[in-house]
């Protein structure tokens, strides 16, 4: 079993930047595609970037095109999530995410998550 283990999350102000960290361990960490989704309070859980094991490819929602940037080395452990120009908007628990092998977007397909980070962001 694969556990996943969240930090980074901040008060921040709008405008200022955040870096997340995800790390695995307690299981096979090769292989592993790894997800940043998000959930705010009174909303449901989105996806906000993907990165495959390989770390070459990469996706992004619309919200986070521009501003995040998703980074990991081949079949390394961790994870990263660079945000820049936070809005208030971006408020919310950031959850990391691992499935095997294969990119996708929809929470329901990742088997490992982590606790979740709380990212706020202020005027």
């Known amino acids: 079993q694969v556990q996943l283990v969240e930090s980074g999350g901040d008060m921040v102000q709008t405008g200022e930047s955040l870096r997340l960290s995800c790390g695995a361990s307690g299981g096979i960490v090769n292989r592993l595609v790894m997800a940043w989704f998000r959930q705010a309070p009174g909303k449901e859980r989105e996806f906000v970037a993907a990165i495959t094991w390989t770390g070459l490819t990469t996706k992004y929602a619309a919200s986070a095109k521009g501003r995040f940037t998703i980074s990991r080395y081949k079949d390394e452990p961790t994870m990263y999530l660079q945000m820049n120009s936070l809005r208030p908007e971006d408020t919310a628990v950031y959850y990391c995410?691992?499935?095997?092998?294969?990119?996708?977007?929809?929470?329901?397909?990742?088997?490992?998550w982590g606790q979740g980070t709380q990212v706020t962001v202020s005027s």
């Open positions: 995410a691992a499935r095997t092998d294969v990119l996708v977007t929809t929470s329901n397909e990742y088997d490992y």
